[in-house]
């Protein structure tokens, strides 16, 4: 009875924890469907199938994110925080490089929104592009715990590695870079940041220093550019070509068919996230027989929450593919087909507000944060700072759909504002800004707003790779500066305050 009891108990813990997340998803999913649902009544009317398909694409949603984000804490984070303590615990530099490549190369290509960027990317073969954007976080997942190790500034290597970015974009062909920036934006989603940001806090705990904690940060950061450079390279030795496809928007004579489209893709999105998740498994199963051997308990609570994040992941692409990115480039056509074409900027710039607010990574980091910095950086001043640089993001992407302006103009000043900005703040934030830039540009800025910008460029008879591509390098972007302002922002009160304490060790102080 005891044991049923402690069983009852936990089941009982765990509906109240997947009613809270499935809440946060329901706040977060709202305001974006009420902007829909009001340009679909006023100046972009869609067939009544395109409508019904969004929203019950956005319940899918709700739920999907509510049990993906469960499963994220119960799972992916203990998982990674696991790995991290027991490889850096080792003290064999060559177990933390092999060991760490392994893992960022397979929870790349574990990745969801890379595959949806892979499928909607002309010319380039999916897994040549897959495996391409895997190695190259591979190679800066090794780079960025190494970092952690011996006390790296992370300033230094983001400067190399982003004047080494610009450096390649001058001598590829001009279709590329856009390519190459969304890559490394949708490498750091809702699989990869919590099992990243944990593996740095297993690494970061061996370190008895005060500024460990704070150094666990970045990692999102340089595992985004390792991707950007490697398509980069893949650019000067593969020539692409082909044209892209668009989505099918959905047609349904009845409620019954409507259900069927929904119906029929599930099983292929549960394929695709049991792909996604087994390498992930199997070499936590590995670890886990030849050094982990972690207590029943433990093990059993991880695998519980994997089998939840398979379902969220699963219902979540289902909505998000079947119902938010046929409607998101339906809306994007008719918009642009409007004689008033720049209202684009201003619907954009609203879309991107809230949009980010749906992203599950963002909810991972927000909390991590909080954390780590023991409330000094509160959730709420980090979801509103960026909601400001992703609205900002969004309507410059949309004048860059107007103008056909290269992304190059955007990018350059951009991350050279945001490194100038780095050496006034404190490191901290230069940290967590750089990982918010990747956090931020997940499954819902590929898979809306992207089709968003596409349908847009169509209509107005743009080029779609070099005009409509780069939104989510482009969302990827403008949080560097926002969050880095917020750093200013905190530094500032610390200083009222007449404190003398490091930024990290310092007392809550709300901003």
């Not at 695998?303 to 998101?328: D, H, K, S």
Request: hydrophobic share 55%; glycine share 10%; proline share 5%.
């Amino acid at each position: 009875m005891d044991g049923i009891g402690r069983w009852r108990e936990q089941m009982g813990r765990t509906k109240t924890v997947l009613g809270e997340k499935t809440r946060e998803a329901l706040a977060s999913v709202l305001p974006i469907t009420a902007i829909v649902l009001a340009l679909c009544f006023t100046i972009s009317p869609v067939p009544t199938d395109v409508l019904l398909a969004f929203l019950a694409g956005a319940v899918l949603l709700i739920l999907g994110m509510g049990f993906f984000t469960l499963g994220a804490d119960m799972a992916m984070g203990p998982i990674g925080q696991q790995l991290g303590s027991k490889m850096a615990g080792s003290r064999k530099l060559w177990v933390v490089v092999s060991v760490s490549f392994l893992i960022g190369v397979v929870v790349t290509m574990s990745e969801p929104d890379l595959q949806v960027l892979a499928n909607q990317v002309p010319g380039i073969p999916n897994m040549l592009l897959v495996g391409t954007v895997a190695l190259g976080v591979g190679v800066f997942l090794v780079a960025a715990l190494l970092r952690i190790l011996f006390q790296v500034r992370l300033q230094w290597m983001l400067i190399g590695s982003y004047a080494l970015v610009f450096l390649l974009a001058a001598f590829i062909p001009k279709d590329f870079p856009a390519v190459a920036f969304d890559s490394g934006g949708v490498t750091t989603g809702p699989m990869t940041v919590p099992f990243i940001m944990a593996l740095g806090l297993g690494v970061s705990s061996i370190r008895s220093d005060a500024s460990a904690a704070q150094d666990s940060f970045g990692l999102v950061a340089l595992c985004s550019v390792g991707p950007i450079l490697a398509v980069l390279l893949l650019a000067l030795i593969f020539p692409a070509s082909g044209s892209y496809i668009p989505p099918a928007i959905p047609q349904a004579g009845d409620s019954r068919e409507l259900g069927g489209l929904f119906v029929s893709a599930f099983p292929e999105y549960a394929w695709e996230v049991l792909k996604c998740l087994f390498p992930i498994a199997a070499f936590f199963a590995v670890f886990q027989v030849m050094s982990l051997r972690l207590k029943r308990k433990k093990l059993l609570r991880i695998l519980v929450g994997l089998l939840y994040t398979y379902i969220g992941l699963a219902v979540f692409l289902t909505g998000v593919n079947v119902g938010f990115l046929p409607a998101g480039m339906y809306l994007g056509e008719q918009i642009a087909s409007l004689s008033v074409r720049w209202v684009l900027v201003p619907i954009g710039m609203l879309m991107g507000w809230y949009i980010v607010q749906a992203e599950p990574a963002v909810h991972v980091l927000n909390k991590q944060v909080e954390e780590i910095t023991a409330g000094a950086v509160p959730g709420g001043a980090m979801t509103a700072s960026l909601s400001i640089g992703v609205a900002v993001s969004i309507g410059l992407a949309m004048v860059r759909v107007l103008t056909g302006v290269s992304i190059l103009w955007f990018l350059i000043p951009g991350y050279l504002i945001a490194v100038v900005l780095s050496f006034f703040v404190p490191e901290m934030f230069t940290s967590i800004a750089f990982d918010s830039g990747g956090v931020a540009s997940g499954p819902m800025t590929a898979t809306f707003l992207l089709p968003f910008a596409q349908g847009a460029c169509e209509a107005l008879g743009g080029n779609l790779v070099t005009d409509a591509f780069g939104v989510v390098a482009m969302v990827a972007m403008t949080p560097l500066l926002t969050i880095q302002l917020l750093g200013l922002v905190y530094q500032r009160k610390l200083k009222r305050a007449g404190s003398e304490a490091p930024a990290a060790d310092e007392d809550i102080i709300e901003l």
